[in-house]
C-alpha cells in the first residue's frame, strides 16, 4: 500500500471519522468545536511531509501548491475579479493516495473540467485557500492545490463527501482572467512586448486602421457586450475588447501608435 494509503493510516481515520459523529450527535463544548474545526491529525501528517517536497510551495497561510505548467498570462485577478477554470477536487478522506495518481483517477467531489464545462470563480466568494490561489495564478497556469481545513470547510464539511477537517486537494486550470485585474507588465502598443494574446489580436487587426474604422468596431462591441443573444462569456470579452479598443484610440491620438 502506499505511504498514505496504508492500512494503519485507514484505522487512524476511521476512528477520527467515528469521533466525529460522536462528537456531533452528543453536546458540543465551544472547546470541542474549536478542536474539530482544525485539520484532521490524518491531514495534518500529510501536511507536514509534503511540504518538504521540493515542487511544492507553501505559503504563510498553510496553503500549499505545485505547479504543473505556468502559463503566460501577465494579469492577475483581484478579489473582485472573475477566474475562468477547469478544476477537479478531492479530499484526503476520498483519495488518502492523491499523489499516486492522475487527477482523472481521483474519487472526485467536484469536477468543472472538459464536459463538465467552465467555472467562473470571483476570489472574494469562495473559500479562503481558493481566494489566494486564484489571485495568483496567470492565464495558462496549471497548478495542484492542498489546502488545510482552516482554508477551507473546517468543521462544517460540506455534502456528503467533504468530512469536517477534511485536507482538500485541486486539480486547476486558468483559461481565463476578467474584470479586475492587476497587470504585472504593461504592453507595448509599438512593438506588443508584455501584450496578452487578446491585445496582439486586436493591435494587429486595428494598429494600422483609422480612427473611424476604430469607432465602428467599438460600436460593434458595445452592441455585442449588451446583446442577451450571445453567452456572458461572449459578453465579458466584448467589454473587455472595447476598454482595450479606446485605449488604442487614445493611442492614436497622441500617435503613440
Known amino acids: 500500500s502506499s505511504h498514505w494509503g496504508g492500512r494503519k493510516v485507514w484505522i487512524c481515520q476511521q476512528k477520527h471519522c467515528d469521533m466525529l459523529r460522536v462528537f456531533k450527535v452528543g453536546t458540543l463544548s465551544s472547546l470541542v468545536w474549536h478542536v474539530l474545526a482544525e485539520t484532521t491529525d490524518f491531514g495534518k501528517a500529510f501536511l507536514e511531509a509534503?511540504?518538504?517536497?521540493?515542487?511544492?510551495?507553501?505559503?504563510?497561510?498553510?496553503?500549499?501548491?505545485?505547479?504543473?505548467?505556468?502559463?503566460?498570462?501577465?494579469?492577475?485577478?483581484t478579489a473582485e475579479g472573475v477566474v475562468e477554470c477547469h478544476y477537479i477536487g478531492t479530499t484526503?478522506?476520498?483519495?488518502?493516495?492523491?499523489?499516486?495518481?492522475?487527477?482523472?483517477?481521483?474519487?472526485?467531489?467536484?469536477?468543472?473540467?472538459?464536459?463538465?464545462?467552465?467555472?467562473?470563480?470571483?476570489?472574494?466568494?469562495?473559500?479562503?485557500?481558493w481566494a489566494e490561489a486564484l489571485q495568483m495564478m496567470v492565464e495558462g497556469d496549471k497548478w495542484e492545490?492542498?489546502?488545510?481545513?482552516?482554508?477551507?470547510?473546517?468543521?462544517?464539511g460540506s455534502g456528503e463527501k467533504i468530512q469536517a477537517g477534511d485536507v482538500l486537494v485541486f486539480y486547476v486550470e486558468a483559461l481565463k482572467i476578467?474584470?479586475?485585474?492587476i497587470r504585472t507588465l504593461e504592453c507595448n502598443f509599438k512593438t506588443q512586448d508584455n501584450c496578452e494574446p487578446d491585445e496582439q489580436r486586436l493591435l494587429s487587426a486595428w494598429a494600422d486602421k483609422s480612427l473611424a474604422e476604430i469607432d465602428v468596431a467599438k460600436k460593434d462591441l458595445r452592441v455585442t457586450k449588451e446583446s442577451p443573444d450571445v453567452t456572458e462569456s461572449d459578453r465579458e470579452q466584448a467589454k473587455e475588447d472595447l476598454l482595450f479598443m479606446m485605449r488604442v484610440t487614445k493611442a492614436k491620438k497622441k500617435d503613440e501608435l
Open 92 to 129: 484526503l478522506s476520498l483519495t488518502p493516495d492523491v499523489l499516486e495518481k492522475e487527477a482523472e483517477e481521483w474519487d472526485a467531489f467536484d469536477s468543472r473540467y472538459a464536459s463538465d464545462g467552465v467555472a467562473r470563480l470571483t476570489p472574494s466568494r469562495v473559500i479562503k485557500g
Open 145 to 156: 492545490l492542498y489546502m488545510p481545513s482552516e482554508l477551507a470547510y473546517g468543521d462544517k
Open 50 to 77: 509534503n511540504k518538504e517536497r521540493s515542487d511544492v510551495i507553501t505559503l504563510e497561510s498553510g496553503l500549499q501548491y505545485k505547479v504543473l505548467e505556468s502559463g503566460v498570462g501577465l494579469s492577475h485577478a
Open 178 to 181: 476578467r474584470g479586475p485585474k
